[in-house]
């Protein structure tokens, strides 16, 4: 291994570090109640060191995000392959239900990056352009899948496959966000969690088939 390359890999592991410290402060006590000296505290760097590799708390965020953006994405591509593109489509969405409800702070970190994204707070920032990469690969599998059902004639062919894409993902997403912030209401009306799941695939069956 050349000089460079050994380098090369005492800084990526150095930053691994680092995102390892952040997520066990950041997801045990809070975002809020993280400051850098921390995280310095936690790796035993000085806070000069750490500052070379992360300039903020919120770009330490940005990096947890793309630990999150690229565990959803592995997660998807072990769906199998050879279903009917509309049972595809339903497995891909149990994905990211399983991914919300196993990972709730990635899941969390990706909902306050997508809103940092929104505010124009992360424009040219190297972690957020490699979080939105795995987030347009994650989309894509999704896309694929729907032309892919409408070609097996499982997916009504008049969908648009991009705007029904978004569709599916902002239903799921604002779904287990309702249900954290109103677990007791449902319950309260006598509808159990995994119900309401259940019976938001079957909604997706009724909407996306042919």
Not at 41 to 55: A, P
Not at 63 to 79: E, F, I, S
Request: charged residues 20%; aromatic residues 10%.
């Amino acid at each position: 291994m050349t000089t460079q390359a050994r380098r090369l890999r005492e800084k990526e592991q150095r930053r691994n570090a680092i995102l390892d410290a952040a997520e066990t402060l950041f997801f045990g006590k809070g975002f809020a109640a993280t400051t850098m000296d921390d995280v310095a505290t936690r790796t035993e760097l000085s806070k000069g060191t750490l500052y070379l590799y992360f300039k903020n708390k919120e770009e330490l965020q940005l990096g947890l995000n793309v630990r999150a953006k690229r565990q959803l994405y592995d997660m998807m591509c072990h769906v199998p392959e050879g279903l009917p593109g509309l049972e595809k489509v339903v497995a891909l969405g149990q994905v990211y239900l399983r991914f919300a409800l196993e990972h709730p702070n990635y899941h969390a970190t990706m909902l306050s990056c997508m809103n940092q994204e929104g505010e124009g707070l992360t424009q040219h920032n190297p972690f957020a352009e490699e979080a939105h990469l795995y987030g347009e690969k994650a989309l894509h599998i999704l896309i694929d899948t729907i032309v892919a059902g409408q070609q097996d004639g499982s997916i009504d062919p008049q969908l648009q496959p991009f705007p029904t894409a978004m569709l599916l993902w902002a239903q799921l997403s604002g779904l287990t966000e309702i249900m954290a912030a109103k677990r007791q209401y449902f319950a309260d009306q006598g509808l159990k969690e995994g119900d309401l799941y259940a019976y938001a695939f079957v909604l997706t069956r009724k909407t996306l088939g042919s």
